[in-house]
């Protein structure tokens, strides 16, 4: 059992363990090598799934904000109107974060980038409000583009409880949870990729928000969630394949950044 009163020295260790040195660099990976054609299996489904829905390729809007107008108008926003989604909003908002845009044969390139192009990063949602779907929780299949529901009925609760309760969550229109599937990264990357899942997950995330802001809809990211409690809910083993990170996106009043930003 860890001492979490320990905690500074684990962190310390962490990143020392994880650092690279150009004086002892070499020697470390003097034994080591990478066998692309035996790296783990890169897409996670559900076979047995109780719905599975065709999402399709999204419909882009044709007019909007530019990429600048966008990036300058980002904001973090949670005060959620009651007001669902459209599955292609959602459609789009997927898409942005892990959506397939190349292919290379052997593997295939998305629009957020990846260590080494081996997408460890999951994605798990929370239905809450979107329209064509049933409320419940769905696994994102990137390679047939497809939802996959896992459990059906209203999860907001349960969503809001993992995310330490925080309010918004409860009347968001979709909750992500996203977990990284740790050997698809340490096979290549050994210890360092125990930092390149953070940073993969960020692309994802930001993707996310960016497409958020452009459809004029409220997100948020979240750090603070009980990780024990949503593997357990997940049914992953919080080791090899584990959360690392939920945002919450949902219908906007859009008129004041500021009334957007907080659950009145």
Not at 64 to 87: F, I, Q
Request: aromatic share 10%; hydrophobic share 40%; with cysteine.
């Amino acid at each position: 059992m860890v001492d979490p009163n320990d905690w500074r020295r684990i962190c310390a260790e962490h990143l020392a363990v994880t650092s690279y040195d150009r004086a002892t660099l070499d020697a470390i990976w003097e034994d080591r090598s990478y066998d692309p054609k035996s790296r783990p299996e890169t897409y996670l489904t559900y076979p047995d799934a109780l719905a599975r829905h065709e999402l399709g390729q999204p419909s882009l809007p044709q007019e909007g904000p530019t990429l600048w107008e966008v990036v300058a108008a980002r904001r973090s926003k949670r005060n959620y109107l009651d007001a669902p989604l459209t599955l292609n909003q959602l459609n789009l908002l997927l898409w942005s974060g892990q959506g397939i845009t190349g292919d290379k044969g052997d593997y295939q390139l998305r629009t957020a980038p990846s260590s080494g192009a081996l997408y460890p990063i999951e994605t798990f949602l929370f239905v809450q409000r979107v329209e064509g779907l049933e409320p419940g929780l769905y696994h994102l299949d990137v390679r047939g583009w497809a939802l996959e529901a896992l459990r059906l009925g209203d999860l907001s609760d349960t969503a809001c409880e993992l995310a330490l309760d925080q309010e918004h969550v409860r009347r968001a229109g979709v909750t992500f949870l996203w977990t990284a599937v740790m050997e698809r990264c340490r096979r290549k990357y050994y210890e360092r990729a125990y930092r390149y899942v953070w940073w993969d997950v960020g692309h994802v995330a930001e993707n996310l928000h960016l497409a958020a802001t452009a459809l004029g809809l409220g997100s948020v990211s979240m750090g603070a969630w009980y990780d024990r409690q949503a593997h357990e809910f997940l049914g992953i083993d919080g080791e090899e394949h584990f959360s690392v990170l939920m945002a919450s996106v949902g219908s906007v009043e859009g008129s004041d950044w500021e009334a957007d930003r907080r659950v009145d």
